[in-house]
Structures are given as structure tokens and as C-alpha cells.
């Protein structure tokens, strides 16, 4: 069965420091990738997802990642947080080509401090 | 436009007791997922409808947990004889295409079995 492993369930940082949130998944096919994100008190909403074509990818709020295949990793990325940032962020995957289904990792709580 | 709704936005339930879990998914999709957020677990996959088609059960987690969406539209989510680790927040997702569409969560019934 695939699975999706976040490697970090808290992180904090200070205003305008860079973010990179790692994402790795277990499966041997093809993949389509999402991140979504949860701001305190609202809905899941999708951040940005990768289907196929150009492995960056750049989502809302100045969010982006790097599919890479042979790391099977599909890591986030922002060069300068900011305070309403602070959320819980969630990478999933389902195996497109027909599946419906997506697997979550257990997330990562992201805590930006003014 | 709508998103999805669900209701109610919280629950209290007594161990033993049935509980209905409803959700309405976005006008003209035609899939709709459940999911479960547990603490600790991440997002759990339920069960998954589209159309007409026999829904996929894969993921619920015991025969107390049961679904059905009427005409093509709300679905709800029936746990009977609730037990204390069913304490969760259940969301319902909807898309207008069963694969590769990005999938729109509703904002979650939060279930308390005392």
C-alpha cells in the first residue's frame, strides 16, 4: 500500500526565514502530488499539486515545489515566511491513471513567529 | 459559488449511541469522498462515491461505519453503536471528475463519543 511520510510534525520560525518541508512517498508508479493547507479554524484548500511536465511547481501565496521522481520526494518550499503562514500543511498522493483516492501524510504544523 | 457543506459542525455523542454525519458536495460533482482526521493519524480515506457506480468501501475502518449518498447529490455518513476511538473530525470532499481534479473539502463534523 503507498504511503506518505512528512518528516517534521512541528516546525517554528521567525518572520522572513526560508521554509522547506519535506514530503516522501512509497510508491512505484505514477503519481500525482498535491499539498494542501489548514489555517487554523478554516478548511482543508489546495496550496499547489503536480500532475505532469515542468517538476516545479508554484502554487498560492508564493509557495512552490520540486517533484523529484527519483527520490520519489515532492518537497515544499518558501524562500520568506510570514506570520499568516502559521497552519498545518499536509502532502498527499494518489496514483492518478484512474485512482481516485488520496493518501495524507500526518502532516506538519508550522508555526511563523513575528 | 457554494462549497461543500457539512452538518452538523459538531457532534457529542454517548458511547453505544448511532450518529448521522451529513455532507453536500459542490452542485454538479459527481464524486464525493469521506475522510477522517484523527489526532496523531492524519487523514484516513473512508469511502468514495461517483455517479451512480457502486461506492468503494476499502476504507472504512469496521461494519458499524456505512454511507449513502441520494441521487447523485448528499451523502451521509451513519456510525452506529459509536465507540470512544471514533472521536474525530469527518470531512467530505467533493470533484467534478473521479481522478485527476483536485478534490474541495467541506469544513468537517467534529465527533465526540463520551
Known amino acids: 500500500a503507498q504511503s506518505v511520510s512528512q518528516h517534521n510534525h512541528h516546525v517554528i520560525l521567525s518572520e522572513a526565514a526560508s521554509l522547506e518541508l519535506g514530503c516522501n512517498y512509497s510508491?512505484?508508479?505514477?503519481?500525482?502530488l498535491f499539498w494542501y493547507v489548514q489555517y487554523p479554524g478554516q478548511h482543508l484548500q489546495l496550496l499547489l499539486k503536480?500532475?505532469?511536465?515542468?517538476?516545479l511547481v508554484k502554487g498560492i501565496k508564493g509557495f512552490e515545489a520540486e517533484f523529484i521522481k527519483s527520490k520519489f520526494s515532492f518537497n515544499l518550499r518558501k524562500p520568506s515566511v510570514q506570520w499568516s503562514d502559521t497552519a498545518e500543511y499536509f502532502c498527499?498522493?494518489?496514483?492518478?491513471?484512474?485512482?481516485?483516492?488520496?493518501?495524507f501524510g500526518k502532516g506538519t504544523k508550522l508555526s511563523v513567529i513575528p | 459559488g457554494a462549497g461543500v457543506s457539512q452538518s452538523p459542525s459538531n457532534k457529542v455523542t454517548e458511547k453505544g449511541k448511532d450518529v448521522e454525519l451529513r455532507c453536500d458536495p459542490i452542485?454538479?460533482?459527481?464524486?464525493l469522498y469521506w475522510y477522517r482526521q484523527s489526532l496523531g493519524q492524519g487523514l484516513e480515506f473512508l469511502i468514495y462515491?461517483?455517479?451512480?457506480?457502486?461506492?468503494?468501501k476499502s476504507g472504512l475502518p469496521s461494519d458499524r461505519f456505512s454511507a449513502e449518498r441520494t441521487g447523485g447529490s448528499v451523502s451521509t455518513l451513519t456510525i452506529q453503536r459509536t465507540q470512544q476511538e471514533d472521536s474525530a473530525v469527518y470531512l467530505c470532499?467533493?470533484?467534478?471528475?473521479?481522478?485527476?481534479?483536485?478534490?474541495?473539502f467541506g469544513p468537517g463534523t467534529r465527533l465526540l463519543v463520551l
Open positions: 470532499a467533493s470533484s467534478p471528475r473521479r481522478t485527476q481534479e483536485t478534490q474541495y
Open positions: 510508491y512505484g508508479g505514477t503519481v500525482n
Open positions: 503536480y500532475f505532469s511536465g515542468d517538476p
Open positions: 498527499a498522493v494518489n496514483p492518478g491513471a484512474g485512482s481516485y483516492q488520496l493518501t
Open positions: 452542485s454538479g460533482h459527481t464524486a
Open positions: 462515491f461517483q455517479g451512480n457506480s457502486a461506492p468503494d
